[in-house]
T-cell receptor, first 116, second 110 residues
Framework: SAVISQKPSRDICQRGTSLTIQCQVDSQVTMMFWYRQQPGQSLTLIATANQGSEATYESGFVIDKFPISRPNLTFSTLTVSNMSPEDSSIYLC?????????????FGSGTQLSVL | DQQVKQNSPSLSVQEGRISILNCDYTNSMFDYFLWYKKYPAEGPTFLISISSIKDKNEDGRFTVFLNKSAKHLSLHIVPSQPGDSAVYFCAASANNDMRFGAGTRLTVKP
C-alpha cells in the first residue's frame, strides 16, 4: 500500500492566478499520476509524472496549463496555471502499486479547487 | 470517449438490504476491473477487484460479478450499512491504462 499526503485540501482562487498542488508519498514509487474530477464526471487522467523527465500528458491537457514536477520518487507537484472558472474541480494525485498480477491505484485526499 | 459507464448517478437502499451498483464498458481489451469507494473530502480508496479470467470475486459483504460477453460488471453489497454511503467508482484497466466511470452515489438509509 501507499500513504499519500496531498495539499492544499481546498482553495478558492481568483481568475488568472495559479495554484500549485503538492503530493508526498510515504515510499518510493515509480508511477505517479494526476487526475481531475469535474462535477458529475469521471476521474480523468491529466498526466503521468515521470521522475527526472517531462511529464506525459493525456489528450486535451498541455504542459503550459498544467506544469508538473517530479524531483524524486516520493514527491510531485501539479500547477494549475492562469485559472478560469472551468478549472474548478477536484484534483487528485495517485500512485500505482503492483503486486503480482494485480495493480492498484492509491489516491491522495484530493484538492477541491474553486475559481471565481 | 467514455469507455467505462455508470449509468446510475445515485442509488438509495434501506439498511440491511442489498445494494447493486452497475458498470458497463466498451473496450474488450480491458482485463482487470476495480471498484473504488469515495467519501466526501477524501480520495477514492480501493474496495475490490476482479480479473477477466474470473466471473466473481467476493470479499466479506462485497462481491463483484463480471459478465464479459455483456461487458458488464456489478458490485453487490449485502447487507448494506449506513457507513457504506459513499460514491462508488468503477474502473477498468488494460496495458497500464486505467479508465474510470463517473461514479454512483449510494445512500444507505437507517
Amino acid at each position: 500500500s501507499a500513504v499519500i499526503s496531498q495539499k492544499p485540501s481546498r482553495d478558492i482562487c481568483q481568475r488568472g492566478t495559479s495554484l500549485t498542488i503538492q503530493c508526498q508519498v510515504d515510499s518510493q514509487v515509480t508511477m505517479m499520476f494526476w487526475y481531475r474530477q469535474q462535477p458529475g464526471q469521471s476521474l480523468t487522467l491529466i498526466a503521468t509524472a515521470n521522475q527526472g523527465s517531462e511529464a506525459t500528458y493525456e489528450s486535451g491537457f498541455v504542459i503550459d496549463k498544467f506544469p508538473i514536477s517530479r524531483p524524486n520518487l516520493t514527491f510531485s507537484t501539479l500547477t494549475v496555471s492562469n485559472m478560469s472558472p472551468e478549472d474548478s474541480s477536484i484534483y487528485l494525485c495517485s500512485v500505482k502499486v503492483v503486486g503480482g498480477y494485480n495493480e492498484k491505484l492509491f489516491f491522495g485526499s484530493g484538492t477541491q479547487l474553486s475559481v471565481l | 470517449d467514455q469507455q467505462v459507464k455508470q449509468n446510475s448517478p445515485s442509488l438509495s437502499v434501506q439498511e440491511g438490504r442489498i445494494s447493486i451498483l452497475n458498470c458497463d464498458y466498451t473496450n474488450s481489451m480491458f482485463d482487470y476491473f476495480l471498484w473504488y469507494k469515495k467519501y466526501p473530502a477524501e480520495g477514492p480508496t480501493f474496495l475490490i477487484s476482479i480479473s477477466s479470467i474470473k466471473d466473481k470475486n467476493e470479499d466479506g459483504r462485497f462481491t463483484v460479478f463480471l459478465n464479459k460477453s455483456a461487458k458488464h460488471l456489478s458490485l453487490h453489497i449485502v447487507p448494506s450499512q449506513p457507513g457504506d454511503s459513499a460514491v462508488y467508482f468503477c474502473a477498468a484497466s488494460a496495458n497500464n491504462d486505467m479508465r474510470f466511470g463517473a461514479g454512483t452515489r449510494l445512500t444507505v438509509k437507517p
